[in-house]
């Protein structure tokens, strides 16, 4: 069964400062990794996702995440966080097309932005 | 782009009332489904739909049942609601392709009282 693990439910960083936000997972094949962004009050939209190649991904807002094959581990980063970047953010696995395209979800990271 | 829309944004039901929430997506994906997110547990699947009337239970099924009888709608149903299934519920979509980026509603939020 996959899983996915969001170690620190709650971060707090300065405006202006660097972010990461972890996120590791177990599932026995190449996994397709996701990361989403949750602003209050709304739904999720995806930042980036994972499925094979370059290991260093690039996704929108100036997000970008590595995955990490031996540490199983697919963490987000940003060089220089906005206020506008305070939410909650969710890390996912998938099995792409098998498993009817179910994704298994962390808990979910809250990023406050302290101005 | 992509829209998921959910029937109601806000919803107050009392208890013991049957209770539908609506989903419909508007790009012709396979895949449907439903969570619900309470604060400190993710995001927890209910249910899913992988074709037209077909569907598989999730991690939480229980108190709910779904329907799905046209490709770009899927609904939850809350038999008989209750106060413990007060929370946010949110449907996704996707395309069944292979990749399967999630798209989802803006969510309903549900008060059972």
């Known amino acids: 069964a996959q899983s996915v693990t969001q170690p620190d439910i709650h971060i707090t960083v300065s405006e202006g400062a660097s972010l990461e936000l972890r996120c590791n997972y177990s599932?026995?094949?190449?996994?397709?990794l996701f990361w989403y962004v949750q602003s209050p009050g709304q739904g999720l939209q995806l930042l980036l996702k994972y499925f094979s190649g370059d290991t260093l991904v690039q996704g929108i807002k100036g997000f970008e995440a590595e995955f990490k094959r031996s540490q199983s581990s697919f963490n987000l980063r940003k060089p220089s966080v906005h206020w506008s970047d305070a939410a909650e953010y969710f890390c996912a696995v998938g099995a792409g097309n098998t498993n009817a395209g179910k994704s298994t979800f962390g808990d979910g990271t809250t990023l406050t932005v302290k101005p | 782009d992509v829209k998921v829309t959910q029937s109601s944004r806000y919803l107050v039901k009392r208890t013991g009332e049957k209770v539908f929430l609506e989903c419909v997506q508007d790009m012709d994906h396979e895949n449907m489904f439903w969570y619900r997110q309470d604060p400190g547990l993710g995001l927890r699947l209910i249910y899913f739909?992988?074709?037209?009337?077909?569907?598989e239970k999730g991690d939480i099924p229980e108190g709910y049942s779904v329907s799905r009888e046209k490709k770009e709608r899927f609904s939850l149903i809350l038999e008989s609601a209750s106060t413990n299934q007060t929370s946010m519920y949110l449907c996704?979509?996707?395309?069944?392709?292979?990749?399967?980026?999630?798209?989802f509603g803006p969510g309903t939020r549900l008060t059972v009282t």
């Open positions: 739909s992988y074709d037209v009337k077909m569907k």
């Open positions: 996704a979509s996707s395309s069944g392709t292979g990749d399967d980026e999630q798209y």
């Open positions: 599932y026995g094949a190449t996994p397709y």
